[in-house]
């Protein structure tokens, strides 16, 4: 089976122009790669490129007076497959708690998409011991009632964005403890400062999700590269 990537661009690029010049050129032969740009560019990428495109985010109800959300609908009705939840920025700065992030999962496979519930840990949790009870409340309360497969990202708070990956060690025992932790075949990605570096420690993994290289098409080629060859 191909590898699969998710490209988390985050609030980047700030033009289309900028999009389409990170995402003209990718190997999709290679593996699967499901572009997550900003909402903004989601509707022209797929129309210029046709590129798989996934959604940072989404909100539960169809439509109706929430000011400034996007419904799973919405993105599903302009060509998008995967929608992230429980990103940890998500999490952190916006306050999506578990039984949000429950909601979102619903919403997203009763529209027939996938969702890709990240989970993770802080720094303070790893360093307090609490790793495992986290990653299972998190696991548990995020998949109550949800009965499919889905994807399932690993994301240590800590390794985001800042140039420490996990140990391979450690997340390869987080890849065992999800799988012993759910009750389906879930795909499980790493995520967390991966870059053409690191990405062969965690050849065990389905894929990844990758923030900050995903932006750099020549370090992204380059990741795609080492995983497929
Ligand atoms: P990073 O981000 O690859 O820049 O660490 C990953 C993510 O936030 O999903």
Known sequence: MKPLLIANWKMNPLSLEGAIKISNNLPRDKAEIIICPPFIFI???KKILDIGIGAQNCFWEEAGAFTG???????????????????SERREIFKENNLII?????????????????????????ESGETWD???KQLKEGLTGVNRDIIIAYEPIWAIGSGIACSSDVAEEVMVFIKKNTFFDN??????SVNSN???????FSGFLIGGASLNPVEFNKIIEIITQ
């Not at 959300?69 to 990103?87: A, C, D, F, P, Y």
């Not at 619903?106 to 802080?122: F, M, Q, V, Y």
């Not at 795909?187 to 967390?192: A, C, D, Q, S, V």
């Not at 690191?198 to 065990?204: G, L």
């Open 43 to 45: 509707e022209k990428l």
């Open 134 to 136: 986290v990653l299972k």
């Open 69 to 87: 959300e996007i419904s799973t609908l919405m993105l599903k009705l302009m060509g998008v497959t995967h929608v992230i939840v429980g990103h």
């Open 102 to 126: 429950n909601k979102k999962i619903k919403s997203i496979l009763k529209e027939g998409l996938i969702p890709i519930l990240c989970i993770g840990e802080t720094k303070i949790e790893k």
């Open 187 to 192: 795909k499980i990605l790493y995520g967390g």
């Open 198 to 204: 690191n990405v062969t420690d965690y050849s065990s």
